[in-house]
C-alpha cells in the first residue's frame, strides 16, 4: 500500500473510533502518571450485547475507579479487517492501554504485536486474543457449554435418553466457540445422537436460519428432539426455522447472553433456557485490569488463574462464572440484577404468560 492509501486508511480508521479523551500522537494520557488512557475494541455496538451491557459498564467503571483519566476511546465493529484498522488507528492516537474483544484473533495478531512494541499492554475480553496480550478477562466457556448441555437434557425429559439433537455452534474464527461447543458435549456424548452439527460462520442467524431448514429437510420434522445453539442470536434464527416449516410442538433450545428477545421468548415458551453471564463482573475485572498496566503495575492480584494463546504462556486471566436462567429463575437473577425490568420483559402479548411465569400479579 503507497503512502497516499495508508494514510486514506487510517483516517477511516480513526473516524470510526467513539470517545475521543486525550489522543494525538506520542502518547494519550499519562499513563505511567496515573491516568492512562484506555481503547476499547468491540466487536459490535448498538443493540448488541457488547453496545447494550459492556461498553457502558466498562466506561462506567473507568470513572469510578479513575476519574482523572481521559475518556476511554471506544471502536466497535463486526469485521474484522475493520477492527484491525481501528486498533491501528488506536495505536496511532497513542493510548496507552487496550481492552480488545476480537472479531477475529487470529486476523488481529499482528496488530497486537504492534501495540506490544509500542509499549501497548492489551487485555483480551470476552476472546481469548493471539499476540503477546497481557491479560484475559472472560467467562469459563467450558461452564456456559456445560449449562447449556444440562438445560438441554433437563428439558428433553425422557427423549433426552438416546434421543436426537442438533447443534448450532458459534463461529469457528471465534476461540469461545469450540469452548462452548466441548462444554456441551462433556455433558451431551453418550446421551443423544448428534443429528446435525453446523460451525456458523460470523455467527451470523442468517446462516443458522439456513442451517436448521437444511437439518429439519435431512433429519425430519418430527425426529429432532432438542437443539443446542451457541447463543440466543441463533438460537432466535432456529426457532424462526422451525416455525417456519411448521415444527410441532417446538423441542427445547438452548442460549447465551440474556438478550431481552431471549428472555421474551422463554416467557412464551419458545425458548428453553439461556446463560446469563453476569456483565458488570467482567467490565470491572477488564479496567482493573487495564487501569494497573497502564500504571506499568502487576496485575497477578487481579487474575485469578492464568491462560496459554498460541504465543504466550500463563497470561494473567479472571474467569467468571456464568448463571442459567428458565422461565421459573427471571426474577431471581436477571430482574434482581436489574438487567431488565418486568416492565421490558411483559409487553402487552406476554401479559398473560408472565402471569402464569410469576412475574405479574
Not at 493471539?130 to 466457556?141: A, E, K, L, N, R
Not at 434482581?336 to 408472565?354: F, H, M, N, V
Amino acid at each position: 500500500m503507497g503512502r497516499v492509501g495508508l494514510a486514506v486508511t487510517v483516517a477511516a480508521a480513526l473516524t470510526l473510533v467513539g470517545a475521543c479523551g486525550g489522543g494525538g500522537s506520542g502518547g494519550g494520557g499519562n499513563g505511567k502518571d496515573g491516568d492512562p488512557t484506555i481503547g476499547l475494541l468491540l466487536p459490535g455496538g448498538g443493540a448488541s450485547r457488547f453496545g447494550q451491557f459492556d461498553r457502558p459498564l466498562i466506561e462506567k467503571k473507568a470513572k469510578e475507579l479513575c476519574p482523572s483519566c481521559p475518556a476511554v476511546q471506544v471502536a466497535a465493529t463486526p469485521d474484522p479487517a475493520v477492527q484491525r484498522q481501528q486498533l491501528e488507528a488506536m495505536i496511532t492516537r497513542g493510548v496507552d492501554v487496550l481492552i480488545v474483544a476480537a472479531v477475529d484473533p487470529e486476523l488481529l495478531r499482528p496488530s497486537v504485536v504492534a501495540a506490544e512494541r509500542a509499549g501497548i499492554p492489551v487485555v483480551a475480553y470476552d476472546r481469548l486474543a493471539q499476540g503477546p496480550i497481557s491479560g484475559y478477562v472472560t467467562f469459563d466457556g467450558a461452564e456456559v457449554g456445560r449449562l447449556q448441555g444440562e438445560g438441554l437434557l433437563k428439558a428433553m425429559g425422557a427423549t433426552a435418553d438416546g434421543g436426537q439433537i442438533v447443534m448450532m455452534n458459534g463461529a469457528t474464527i471465534d476461540p469461545n466457540a469450540e469452548w462452548f461447543k466441548q462444554g456441551a458435549l462433556s455433558v451431551l456424548k453418550g446421551k443423544v445422537k448428534i443429528g446435525k452439527s453446523y460451525d456458523t460462520v460470523g455467527w451470523r442467524p442468517e446462516n443458522a436460519f439456513v442451517n436448521m431448514r437444511g437439518a429439519i429437510a435431512a433429519l425430519g420434522a418430527d425426529r429432532i428432539d432438542g437443539v443446542l445453539a451457541a447463543n440466543d442470536s441463533l438460537a432466535g434464527a432456529v426457532i424462526s426455522a422451525l416455525n417456519a416449516t411448521e415444527v410441532r410442538p417446538l423441542p427445547p433450545v438452548t442460549g447465551q447472553d440474556a438478550d431481552l428477545a431471549a428472555v421474551r421468548r422463554i416467557v412464551k415458551g419458545d425458548q428453553y433456557m439461556t446463560v446469563y453471564k453476569p456483565y458488570k463482573s467482567a467490565a470491572d475485572a477488564a479496567v482493573e485490569m487495564a487501569v494497573a498496566l497502564g500504571r506499568d503495575e502487576p496485575v497477578e492480584s487481579i487474575a485469578t488463574a492464568t491462560v496459554d494463546n498460541a504465543g504466550r504462556k500463563d497470561i494473567p486471566a479472571v474467569l467468571l462464572p456464568s448463571v442459567s436462567v428458565t422461565v421459573g429463575t427471571i426474577k431471581d437473577t436477571l430482574i434482581k440484577d436489574g438487567l431488565y425490568t418486568i416492565d421490558q420483559i411483559c409487553t402487552p402479548e406476554l401479559r398473560a404468560a408472565c402471569a402464569k411465569a410469576g412475574l405479574t400479579g
